[in-house]
């Protein structure tokens, strides 16, 4: 499905990017085991940041002075940036905004307030992050739309069977993940993208946890809205992006009204820039722009294909070497697997276990991840993960499984 990585990478080298990995906890090294909360940041992104403060810092689209030029310049440039990324046909497709939950609370407010009505339906997983949920939600009860939801089967993916009888003329949107953040399923993307489109109905793919980690092209997907987090690919927090395909963002009207966003004020009415502007109300994250196109440079120098096999190898690796710990179930897919892995075991509940590992350096996330409703379908009220990106080793899996055998001791 996804092309083979042909460089090859010094992955030891590349931890020495990320100074936060010298980090101790508890007096142990540190382990990361929660990118798919938040990645760590290279050097490369922190010094672009700092850069940016030192020597562009100013107001965008607004002074006519030089710094404003030149954070003017270097923001519109991170937006080209973001464009080339992720294959959009133009810098206009990409509204920045503050990460993934505001980019679909962006489509559900600007485009489900204008073609949203009592009667449409908004297909939904069962493995939608809330944050791709509760806006649809909200949006449902705004209107009178209704909400379906494709169901997932026990090993964790969607049950595709049900989608002819889901995806119907009523349905207006439908919008998923692509990769689920405590299965790591990876749904066939472009697959949906299709069906949906044979019935008139548009798609969102939230690729919140497929961004940083695997190519990615929005139209080989062939999808209309695309949604993702700076975070999560090694940016500082606070940035992120929507993209629309250009006749459909130019079909929207604003979301938040504000400076930036105008082209003429009167006191009674005002016009609106053109797509992506018009939904930028107010000054942006001009740093946070310029550090997540410094992360996009610094992913694209190791590779996506290279990241998707390195990554995906560690997370099998560490599902197969979880099933030895007595007492354990592990979730999602066996064969292909996202950068992640959740499990519960019959000795402790998840957060006595992240807090257990906690005091041996290693660091893990227990609880609901934000599938409260997912949770519920597997009949636990939470899981524990451990979730993997590029400066993370099997050795470091090795390691928790050990600190994870010490628990069973522990708590049994
Ligand atoms: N969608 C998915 C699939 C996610 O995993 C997340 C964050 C979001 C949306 C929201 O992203 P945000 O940057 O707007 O917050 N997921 C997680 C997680 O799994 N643990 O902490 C945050």
Redesign the pocket.
Known sequence: MHKIATTVVDWRAIREDFPILHEQAHGHPLIYF?S???SQKPRAVIDALRRYYEHENANVHRGLHTLSSRATEAYEKSRQRVAEYIGAASADEIVFT???????NLVAQAWGGRFIGGGDVILLTEM?????LVPWQLLAERTGAKLRFVPVLDDGTLDLQKLPSLLTSEVKLFAF??????LGTINPVAELCAKAHAIGALTLV????SIGHLPLDVRDLGCDFL???G??MCGP?GI?ALYGRAEILDSMPPWHGGGEMIVIVTLEKSAFKKAPHRFEAGTPNIAGAIGLAAAIDYIERIGRPAIFEHDSTLARYAAERLTELPGTRVFGPNEERGA?VGFVMDAAHPHDLTTFADQYGLAL?GGH???QPLMRRFGVSGTT?A?FYFYNTTEEIDRMIEILRDAVRFFS
């Open positions: 929660d798919a909360a938040t503050r990460g993934t939950t505001e980019s679909i939608e992050h809330h944050s791709n993940t692509y990769i689920s953040n405590s939230d690729a919140a946890q949604a993702f987090s975070h999560k927090t992120g992640l996330r991840h934000c599938n993960r979730s």
